[in-house]
């Protein structure tokens, strides 16, 4: 019974974050550069190794 409160605790709080906060695609993160590089994950790419974002995946996708 503690493991299903704990699993629905946290599908609670992943679905809050998700309501809540502003999602970016690769490209819209592409489209808001000055002058963005011809691949357009690279912004997204460079900043989730650096730590700055995360991506999370949702029916297999990030």
Excluded: D, F, H
């Excluded at 409160?5 to 970016?24: C, D, H, T």
């Excluded at 550069?33 to 730590?51: H, I």
């Amino acid at each position: 019974m503690a493991q299903l409160n704990k699993r629905l605790r946290r599908l609670e709080i992943m679905q809050a974050v998700l309501e809540l906060g502003e999602w970016l695609t690769a490209a819209q993160i592409n489209a808001r550069q000055k002058r963005p590089p011809c691949r357009r994950s690279q912004p997204a790419s460079n900043w989730k190794r650096r730590g700055r974002i995360y991506s999370v995946t949702v029916s297999g996708r990030a």
